[in-house]
């Protein structure tokens, strides 16, 4: 499968990427949780210990081999694909330009246009998992973009409308119908 099938979704932390990946699995179509997201969740059910928290290099290298193996199983799935989040940003936050870290992010490429999602003050929610304040996840918003922007990608903000109305407007950009 051509690669420009596969899509990304990300943006700042809280502001309805998940929803929004629920909305299109809905919908039909193959998705992708987040990685770290997953990981997080399997290491706290067994009391596994690669966790944010812990050896964060080591928990960003499981995130960032997670995401490969998720692209790698998209190739079997009919297009389109949503990812919640993709190979680029874990790669800059191991160290973009660097070794192996580098190659996952040239070497694993998703459709040129990446769809953000910008922090939502209105819908953000402080829970088990997402523990940080708002102000922080604003804060990571600029670095995430920046990591696919030097990625040579291009960015479309998507609108801050319920996720059936993201949906709709994601499949209207890819060129597939709900």
């Known amino acids: 499968m051509s690669s420009q099938q596969f899509h990304v979704i990300t943006g700042a932390s809280g502001a309805g990427k ?5 909305a299109l699995n ?3 179509y193959s998705t992708f949780p987040e990685a770290a997201l997953a990981i ?4 706290l059910k067994c009391n596994g210990t690669t966790l944010p928290s812990g050896d964060r290099t080591v928990f960003m290298e499981a995130v960032l081999a997670r995401s490969i193996e998720d692209y790698e199983k998209a190739q079997m799935l009919k297009a389109p694909v949503f990812f919640d989040r993709g190979i680029p940003e874990w790669s800059r936050f191991l160290g973009s330009g660097k070794g192996h870290y580098h190659v996952a992010a040239t070497q694993y490429r998703y459709a040129n246009t990446v769809f953000v999602a910008e922090p939502w003050l209105e819908i953000y929610v402080c829970d088990h998992e997402r523990i940080h304040t708002f102000e922080r996840a604003a804060k990571s918003y600029a670095p995430t973009i920046s990591a696919y922007v030097e990625a040579g990608y291009e960015i479309c903000v998507i609108p ?6 993201r949906a709709t407007f994601i499949l209207a950009q890819v060129g597939a119908g709900a």
């Open 18 to 22: 998940s929803t929004l990946i629920a």
């Open 26 to 28: 809905d919908l039909g």
């Open 40 to 43: 997080m969740r399997e290491q």
């Open 160 to 165: 801050k409308a319920s996720a059936q109305e």
